[in-house]
């Protein structure tokens, strides 16, 4: 099962969250029928989804967010909430590029460079917070450092990873962010410093068998387990909230759908579920609107 733990190292000065989210990407992936650099993409950002959810204070509250780089995958969207519900989806999920050098997933070229990294805190009539940053190199991990650096003004170095096998199958995935605090000493950066330069993919040490709770103990010494948060891919479409929103349609729309087309499709953009209605139950929605 895929989890998060929030932990702590050096009494406090350093805050760690380290997520295994192989299998909510490796559904993502699925559901979307992503190539592999689109479902590194996708699960990059979903893993980063896993953290900003947990870094949510209220069990209300939602956070979104949005990526777009001006690459062939077009925009990204993901959104989690405390509960470590995760969804998400790209724009072209037919994207696969490899780098001419490293051989690797090209994700960089994939999303593009030009373009925002966009954060929407839903604080559920709270007020709302958005945070948005330029694009740094468009690999996200390095966006999304730049972002909590930035934006939440907390110094932060960010892993995420997805590993796609040949039959183009997510074989684990993952993230791992590490925060300076602001009681951090000179010598709490120094360690923290040599940790990030020397760290392994974080989808290579899941792939290991390594647990969230491992990694972390691995990192540093001395690390406090705070919390683990079960983790999912979870999305809020229902039958009963598209036909709400075929209910926001002119009544002659819904019409020329009964006479013209017997029924209607709709397909939810997060999940990829499409939901279908006869002609008797869009004239039931006429008649109740
Ligand atoms: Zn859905």
Redesign the pocket.
């Known amino acids: 099962m895929d989890t998060l733990i929030k932990a702590l190292a050096s009494n406090g000065a350093i805050r760690i969250f380290v997520a295994d989210t192989t299998e909510l990407v490796r559904e993502a992936a699925k559901r979307h029928h992503c190539l592999p650099t689109a479902a590194a993409a996708l699960g990059r950002t979903l893993s980063a989804g896993a953290l900003l959810g947990a870094n949510l204070k209220g069990t209300d509250e939602k956070v979104t967010v949005q990526i777009n780089g001006g690459g062939p995958l077009g925009t990204i969207m993901v959104d989690a909430n405390g509960q470590g519900e995760v ?1 998400g989806f790209v724009a072209n999920p037919e994207v696969h590029f490899i780098h001419q050098t490293t051989h690797k997933l090209d994700v960089s070229r994939a999303v593009g460079k030009d373009g925002t990294l966009k954060v929407i805190l839903d604080r559920n009539l709270k007020s709302d917070f958005t945070g948005t940053v330029d694009l740094q190199t468009g690999e996200i991990a390095e966006d999304f450092a730049y972002y909590f650096t930035v934006s939440e003004q907390t110094p932060s170095a960010v892993s995420l990873g997805v590993l796609v096998d040949e039959h183009n199958e997510v074989k684990a995935a993952g993230a791992l962010m590490i925060q300076m605090m602001p009681s951090a000493s000179e010598a709490d950066i120094l360690m923290a410093e040599h940790v990030v330069a020397n760290l392994r993919p974080i989808s290579a040490m899941i792939s290991d068998g390594m647990t969230p709770e491992d990694i972390a103990t691995r990192l540093f010494d001395e690390t406090v387990v705070l919390e683990t948060i079960p983790l999912k891919f979870k ?3 229902s039958k009963d909230r598209m036909a709400d929103a075929l209910k926001t349609l002119e009544r002659d729309e819904i019409e020329a759908m009964i006479h013209e087309d017997h029924g209607c499709e709709i397909t ?1 953009h ?2 990829n ?1 499409t939901y279908r209605f006869t002609e008797s139950e869009l004239y039931s929605l006429t008649v109740r609107s």
Do not use: G, L, N
Request: charged share 10%.
């Open positions: 969804r999305c809020t479409c939810c997060f999940c579920t």
